[in-house]
Every structure is written in C-alpha cells, then in structure tokens.
C-alpha cells in the first residue's frame, strides 16, 4: 500500500497496490502492520456498509464527539463517490478546511480520516456502495454534524443534490 498525505493534516489517501493478470488482480486494502508504519490505528472494532441508490445523493457531515471520536477508512466498493472531509480539530493548523477526493470500485483509492474531523459524501453514479472501518463504535449520543453547505467549508459538490436525510439538512453551520 501507497500512503499519500493530503493537505489538510493527518488525513492520508491510500492507494492499494494491484497485483494485476489474466484473471484481475489481487490488493491488500488492510494490514496491521503497514498501517502501523504509516502512524495509522490498527484498531477496528466496527465496520459499515453504505448502499446509495441515486447519483446525486448526500450523506454527512457526520462526526462523532469525545470519547468517542471515530477514526475512519473509507472505501468505494461500488460505483464512485466525491468523499469529503472537514477538519474540526480545536487548535489545528488546518481547522474548517475541507478536502474532497474521488474513491470508486474501479480506482480502488481509500481514505483515512482521523478522529476530530466530519466526514460526508456525494454519489456520482447510481447503485453505490461505501465500507467503512470504524475505530470506536458508534454512540449515537455523541453523533453531531455540520452542514453540509456551509459557505465557509467551501464544497464544490460535483452534482445536484438529488436526495438528503432530513437529520443531515437541519446540522448548524460550523462555529468560528
């Protein structure tokens, strides 16, 4: 596996390495280990599957709060989506940046997302699917959200938004 640092800090894209021939390929998308190396958790209690029927689709910006903050790797089975994330570290040299990145099934890319950030998503196709490994398990007490267009975030969603959760519409503005 390839890690490459984004430029919002801690937030890594990683790049499995396909092992390609007649029949496909063969990729390690996970490894105590390498991860390890990377400075990355190797802990994952928790892992999630999200099914999108409609290109357009929104879902976030979700986080959780302490103690209960969730690392993530986030990682396009099928279909593709633009993956978002929105740094709310107190103190961080980046904090209210956001970045976006396209993950899909056909170019296999995953995305670490480190605890303290919120995290949302667009579908660009229809029948999409998204897994998740999750480094705490969820506590819904905890769970908060931003807006998903918030001016100061400076999203540039690809598409129209064809379909989002009431919950993820009434999420505040971030607070400066």
């Known amino acids: 596996m390839h890690f490459h640092p ?20 063969f ?3 996970f490894c105590t280990e390498e991860f390890a190396r990377a400075g990355l958790p190797t802990h994952f209690p928790q892992s999630n599957v999200s099914f999108n029927a ?26 593709a989506i633009y993956d978002v994330i929105v740094d709310l570290r107190p103190g961080s040299p980046t904090l209210h940046r956001s970045v976006g990145v396209e993950l899909s099934a056909e170019n296999g890319l995953m995305l670490y997302i480190p605890p303290g950030f919120a995290h949302g998503f667009q579908t660009l196709v229809d029948t999409t699917e998204v897994f998740y490994l999750m480094g ?23 598409l129209p938004v064809s ?14």
Request: charged content about 35%; hydrophobic content about 35%.
């Open 6 to 25: 984004l430029e919002i800090s801690d937030a890594i894209l990683i790049e499995p390495e396909r092992r390609s021939d007649e029949r496909g390929f």
């Open 136 to 158: 705490d398990i969820y506590a819904p007490e905890l769970a908060r959200g931003v807006r998903w267009d918030d001016p100061a975030l400076e999203i540039s969603w690809p």
């Open 54 to 79: 409609k290109a357009g689709t929104v879902r976030g910006m979700h986080y959780q709060l302490a103690p209960h903050e969730e690392p993530k790797v986030v990682r396009c089975t099928r279909g």
């Open 27 to 29: 990729a390690r998308v």
């Open 163 to 176: 379909v989002i959760a009431e919950r993820d519409l009434s999420y505040p503005a971030v607070q400066r």
